[in-house]
């Protein structure tokens, strides 16, 4: 092979892996938020499920459980909706200073307004992180966001 095709190919590979790269981005990013609720900051999941208000649109209780929450540990999570029309229901946790890669784990409806799946967070290098799990909530109008804030550590009291 010449060093002309070489580079030919390899232009077309790097290519080919940018435009893949984009559309994974894309499909990670909720489209059409039409609303997002404001962050409580008095809720702590490590306890108790917490609540958020849209205005005009409903409100979402969330919880995770067991307690106090840990990584590497199956996850139970539960959404509540309360005038909320909803055709998918997914929470995404982010790392909040630190990227910990996508997870975002779609919720199954088990009644009319209740919606419960299974998480796993990683875990991190840090003693204490910080994240940040977002319920996004698909309506026919488009997507509701509501951010919740949690602290979880790397050695719990249960361990």
Not at 42 to 52: G, T, V, W
Not at 55 to 62: A, I, M, T
Not at 72 to 96: C, H, M, N, W, Y
Not at 118 to 141: F, H
């Amino acid at each position: 092979m010449t060093q002309k095709t070489w580079v030919g190919a390899s232009a077309v590979v790097l290519i080919a892996i940018v435009v893949i790269g984009g559309l994974q981005i894309l499909n990670q990013t909720p489209k059409d938020i039409i609303a997002t609720a404001p962050l409580n900051p008095s809720c702590n999941l490590n306890s108790d499920p917490c609540e958020a208000h849209f205005p005009g649109h409903g409100q979402v209780s969330f919880a995770i459980s067991p307690h106090p929450i840990v990584g590497l540990k199956p996850l139970q999570l539960t959404v509540k909706t309360d005038r909320i029309s909803a055709q998918i229901v997914e929470v995404d946790f982010r790392g909040l200073g630190m990227n910990m890669g996508f997870n975002r784990p779609r919720l199954e409806k088990r009644a009319d307004g209740e919606y419960s799946g299974t998480g796993t967070l990683s875990v991190c290098v840090l003693e204490r992180m910080t994240w940040e799990a977002t319920v996004l909530i698909t309506t026919r109008n488009g997507v509701l966001a509501a951010p919740f804030r949690f602290e979880t550590t790397r050695h719990s009291d249960n361990e």
